[in-house]
T-cell receptor
Framework: DQQVKQNSPSLSVQEGRISILNCDYTNSMFDYFLWYKKYPAEGPTFLISISSIKDKNEDGRFTVFLNKSAKHLSLHIVPSQPGDSAVYFCAASGGLISGGSNYKLTFGKGTLLTVNP | DGGITQSPKYLFRKEGQNVTLSCEQNLNHDAMYWYRQDPGQGLRLIYYSQIVNDFQKGDIAEGYSVSREKKESFPLTVTSAQKNPTAFYLC??????????????FGQGTRLTVV
């Protein structure tokens, strides 16, 4: 059973417009959420994160929104640039706030973002 | 320059052979992880280790083995018992709970192909 779901396998946007990537989760024990960016044949790189005590975190062009009641988070990229084209993974961890015993991450299947010039 | 080094980048294995993937980190992280990525799939956890000489099975541990004799090193052995070993393998590390945020850092991956 998938605990972290990214229901859109792909997304295509025009350069300069907003990209919105979505992620849903089912495990109420998750208290920290992360977005990673990945290019083919490379390891994922950390992009931005948010803890469950917040509903928004912003870093430059990237903003993550968390709706705990809906168990939903989204990543907004504004403005989108061609270099943003990659696979974006949503990940979740339990233990930051609840004092769990490990920080292992559970990942979604990813969304391929293509930003067209 | 701190980071995680995986080697080799590409690995070919004949059916029935065991192979070992190397992962070394100099980030002084206590926790290390092995993930597997298949086309169209997310990253699935194989094994993780919170401390030297201790490790736990992840979601897809069958056919794999690990060791954690040193803090810096977490090698993964893909045994002949793994029925479908062709995949992209990723090693990661993070701090331990209570030390800060659970942000894992990844190596560049090893592409394993069974021939």
């Amino acid at each position: 059973d998938q605990q972290v779901k990214q229901n859109s396998p792909s997304l295509s946007v025009q350069e300069g417009r907003i990209s919105i990537l979505n992620c849903d989760y089912t495990n109420s024990m998750f208290d920290y959420f992360l977005w990673y960016k990945k290019y083919p044949a490379e390891g994922p790189t950390f992009l931005i994160s948010i803890s469950s005590i917040k509903d928004k975190n912003e870093d430059g062009r990237f903003t993550v929104f968390l709706n705990k009641s809906a168990k939903h988070l989204s990543l907004h990229i504004v403005p989108s640039q061609p270099g943003d084209s990659a696979v974006y993974f949503c990940a979740a961890s339990g233990g930051l706030i609840s004092g769990g015993s490990n920080y292992k991450l559970t990942f979604g299947k990813g969304t391929l973002l293509t930003v067209n010039p | 320059d701190g980071g995680i080094t995986q080697s080799p980048k590409y690995l070919f294995r004949k059916e029935g052979q065991n192979v070992t993937l190397s992962c070394e980190q100099n980030l002084n992280h206590d926790a290390m992880y092995w993930y597997r990525q298949d086309p169209g799939q997310g990253l699935r956890l194989i094994y993780y280790s919170q401390i030297v000489n201790d490790f736990q099975k992840g979601d897809i541990a069958e056919g794999y083995s690990v060791s954690r004799e040193k803090k810096e090193s977490f090698p993964l052995t893909v045994t002949s018992a793994q029925k479908n070993p062709t995949a992209f393998y990723l090693c990661a590390s993070s701090i331990a709970p209570g030390q800060g945020k659970p942000e894992a850092f990844f190596g560049q991956g090893t592409r394993l192909t069974v021939v």
